[in-house]
């Protein structure tokens, strides 16, 4: 199956400059029950007050290939050993408000085993990182709610079709 590429544009925000890139790696994570593991953020901040959720990842620091930036995210946030099962896709999107243009490279990745979780300060205090464990149509249903708010709008058109991809993929055992 070809990787999914996507061009999106922040239609929520105006644009006033675009002064940083951030290249970020995330992954759908499933476990042997295709259950998806994702975050839960609740912010209080430029973007509002919001609660959502988001497939788990962070930006990669230099000198770091995107696997190895993944597998270290997914330990951190998650606390979870993976195995990378394939590369998802590609989504360039932007978040006007912060003035960034993030390069999202998306990975399908089976959880082999979950312990200790490493959260920054921020990810604790500011925003509330915890690990969530839905059903594809659970977290389907997650997305679509998000979209009542101005950043969940922008991280469910981004993800929604990542997780769609995922499942075509798990379902066409690809996975």
């Not at 544009?9 to 029950?33: G, M, Q, S």
């Not at 209080?44 to 930006?59: A, C």
């Not at 490279?105 to 921020?122: C, I, M, P, W």
């Amino acid at each position: 199956m070809q990787e999914l590429k996507l061009e999106l544009t922040d239609h929520v925000w105006p644009l006033t400059y675009i002064d940083h890139d951030r290249k970020i790696v995330r992954a759908i994570v499933f476990d042997k029950e295709k259950n998806f593991y994702f975050v839960t953020s609740q912010r209080d901040d430029e973007f509002g007050k919001v609660t959502l959720i988001e497939i788990s990842g962070g930006g990669v620091e230099a000198g770091e290939d995107l696997e190895s930036a993944l597998k270290r995210e997914l330990k951190d946030e998650l606390g979870a050993q993976v195995k990378i099962i394939t590369k998802i896709g590609v989504v360039s999107d932007y978040y006007n408000v912060i003035h960034r243009h993030n390069l999202n490279n998306y990975y399908l990745v089976q959880a082999l085993s979950f312990g200790e979780k490493h959260l920054t300060k921020d990810e604790q205090e500011k925003f509330h990182l915890s690990t969530v464990k839905l059903s594809y149509q659970e977290a389907e249903k997650a997305y679509e709610r998000a979209t009542q708010d101005k950043l969940g709008k922008l991280i469910t058109a981004r993800e929604l079709p990542i997780l769609r991809r995922a499942k075509e993929l798990l379902d066409s055992n690809h996975a």
